[in-house]
């Protein structure tokens, strides 16, 4: 037999060609990359606090604003207004990842692809 004989053709080697894998592949990565530009889109509303913060961060992990109930600006205790902060950007950037990632897996089916960055 000569080199290469055995192989169905375009199919990497794979019994029936592979091709609908390879379409399916494509598909995926469509689907990935259309999910991918809806949570640019998607907001959550995130507070701390009990509302003393708010925050509103793209599925990005992108913050578009932040509102700060002006009765916990206290001169006086900068520190905790810094750690409703520091609370309410963390909670805001795990919520926004988890989203992200919920997206993803209902496309990939629980599978972890190296490169979605999630």
Do not use: C, W, Y
């Not at 905790?80 to 990939?108: C, F, G, P, W, Y």
């Amino acid at each position: 037999m000569s080199k290469g004989k055995g192989m169905a053709k375009g199919g990497f080697g794979m019994p029936g060609g592979g091709g609908g894998m390879l379409g399916q592949i494509q598909k995926l990565q469509q689907e990935l990359l259309k999910t991918q530009e809806s949570l640019e889109q998607e907001m959550l509303t995130v507070t701390a606090g009990g509302g003393a913060i708010t925050m509103v961060i793209s599925g990005h992990q992108h913050l578009e604003s932040i509102q700060i109930d002006p009765e916990v600006v206290n001169p006086e205790d900068v520190e905790m207004l810094q750690d409703l902060l520091l609370a309410a950007v963390n909670e805001a950037i795990a919520k926004s990842r988890e989203m992200a990632a919920n997206r993803m897996s209902a496309l990939t089916g629980g599978l972890n692809i190296p490169g979605l960055g999630l």
